[in-house]
């Protein structure tokens, strides 16, 4: 008998580490809890690791946070993108990236 070949993710793809993964879904659950966000995504590939999140299951991601290794000597490896595409943030600090999006999670009360 023939044994399927297990499938076994690319040695040489991007992917978050734990500690990276723990920020961004610290950041994740805050806005979930505000009942901004409600699904995500992760995807790893040769040159990018991606974190998508979505407002609704069937939509186009909200935003992306990045991570690029190669541009880590030049602008950062870390960005945040958003829905249209621009570049919110890029920087070399994950936590500092993503202070982008923690100020649309401040808002007034009345």
Not at 35 to 45: F, P
Request: net charge positive; hydrophobic share 40%; glycine share 6%.
């Amino acid at each position: 008998m023939n044994a399927p070949t297990p499938i076994r993710p690319a040695q040489d793809a991007v992917h978050f580490h734990r500690t990276e993964l723990q920020v961004i879904l610290s950041l994740y659950g805050r806005f979930v809890a505000a009942g901004e966000w409600r699904d995500y995504g992760i995807s790893s590939l040769r040159d990018v690791a991606i974190f998508s999140v979505f407002r609704r299951t069937a939509e186009q991601p909200m935003y992306r946070i990045e991570k690029r290794p190669k541009m880590a000597a030049k602008q950062g490896q870390y960005c945040v993108i958003g829905m249209d595409g621009r570049i919110l943030r890029r920087g070399h600090d994950l936590k500092t990236v993503l202070r982008v999006l923690e100020r649309k999670l401040i808002r007034a009360v009345e």
